[in-house]
C-alpha cells in the first residue's frame, strides 16, 4: 500500500528525492515518517511529518540535510535528500502511524502500522 521509489546511486555532496505513494488507502489522517536500515545496524528513525504537514521532526544526524513534506492531495510524501555523504547509504522506507498514537512525531517505529518496501540509496565517496 506505500510504493517508495527515487533512490539510486549519487557521488557524495549530491541530492535525490524520495517519493512514498500510497495506494488502496488514504493516509492524509496519518503521521507518515521516513527510516532506513544498512545490513550492519537496526532500522533507524530519518524523518516524520504530522498530517497537515504543519509539524516535522528530524534525527539529528540528517538535520538541515534532508526535508520531509507531504502533498494530501496525491496522496504522497516526499523525503528531498540535500548534501548526501556515504553514511547516508541504505534502504529507505516509508511508513504511516495512526494520528491518534500519543507520541506523535516522536511515535516508536512499532507504532507505525503500514511499510513501504524500502528503496536503495546508495552514495559514494
Known amino acids: 500500500q506505500l510504493v517508495e521509489s527515487g533512490g539510486g546511486s549519487v557521488q557524495a555532496g549530491g541530492s535525490l528525492r524520495l517519493s512514498c505513494v500510497a495506494a488502496g488507502h488514504t493516509f492524509n489522517t496519518y503521521i507518515m515518517g521516513w527510516f532506513r536500515q544498512t545490513p550492519e545496524k537496526e532500522r533507524d528513525f530519518v524523518a516524520a511529518?504530522?498530517?497537515?504537514?504543519?509539524?516535522?521532526r528530524y534525527a539529528d544526524s540528517v538535520k538541515e540535510r534532508f526535508t520531509i513534506s507531504r502533498d494530501n492531495a496525491k496522496n504522497t510524501v516526499y523525503l528531498q535528500m540535500n548534501s548526501l555523504k556515504p553514511e547516508d547509504t541504505a534502504v529507505y522506507y516509508c511508513?504511516?502511524?495512526?494520528?491518534?498514537?500519543?507520541?506523535?512525531?516522536?511515535?516508536?517505529?512499532?507504532?507505525?502500522?503500514?511499510w513501504g518496501q524500502g528503496t536503495q540509496v546508495t552514495v559514494s565517496s
Open positions: 511508513a504511516a502511524a495512526p494520528l491518534e498514537v500519543p507520541e506523535g512525531l516522536r511515535a516508536p517505529m512499532d507504532r507505525y502500522e503500514y
Open positions: 511529518v504530522s498530517w497537515s504537514g504543519g509539524s516535522t
